[in-house]
Nanobody
Framework: QVQLVESGGGLVQAGGSLRLSCVASGSIFRINSMGWYRQAPGKQRELVAGITSGSSTNYGNSVKGRFTISMDNAKNTVYLQMNSLKPEDTAAYYC?????????????????WGQGTQVTVSS
C-alpha cells in the first residue's frame, strides 16, 4: 500500500506564507505526478497545483504567481510554497499522487489521497 502524509498547515494572517509538505511512502516503483487540491466548506474540491516527475507544473488560476509547487524525487516529497495568502485560500488542502507500483513483472498505476491539512487565513 501507499500512504501520503501532509504537514505544514495552520493559521496565518492575510499576506503571510505557509509551506505544505507531503511525503509518499510504501510500495512505490515510481511517482508519476503529485499535486495539491483544496476544498472549502460548501465548495467543490479544486486543483491548486500539480507537478510531474519531469518537473512540468500547472496551477489553478486563483493561485498563479503566489504559490509554487516543487518535488524532491529522492525523498518522494512534494512541497507547496504559499505566499501572499488571502482569506479565500482558507480550505483543507489535500495531497494527491499518481504512483506506479509493481508486483513481480506486473506494473500498475493508482491514484492516492492524503488525509488533508487545514489552512486558515485570517483577515
Amino acid at each position: 500500500q501507499v500512504q501520503l502524509v501532509e504537514s505544514g498547515g495552520g493559521l496565518v494572517q492575510a499576506g503571510g506564507s505557509l509551506r505544505l509538505s507531503c511525503v509518499a511512502s510504501g510500495s512505490i516503483f515510481r511517482i508519476n505526478s503529485m499535486g495539491w487540491y483544496r476544498q472549502a466548506p460548501g465548495k467543490q474540491r479544486e486543483l491548486v497545483a500539480g507537478i510531474t516527475s519531469g518537473s512540468s507544473t500547472n496551477y489553478g488560476n486563483s493561485v498563479k504567481g503566489r504559490f509554487t509547487i516543487s518535488m524532491d524525487n529522492a525523498k518522494n516529497t512534494v512541497y507547496l510554497q504559499m505566499n501572499s495568502l488571502k482569506p479565500e485560500d482558507t480550505a483543507a488542502y489535500y495531497c494527491n499522487a499518481d504512483i506506479t507500483r509493481n508486483s513481480g513483472t506486473y506494473y500498475f498505476a493508482n491514484n492516492f489521497w492524503g488525509q488533508g491539512t487545514q489552512v486558515t487565513v485570517s483577515s
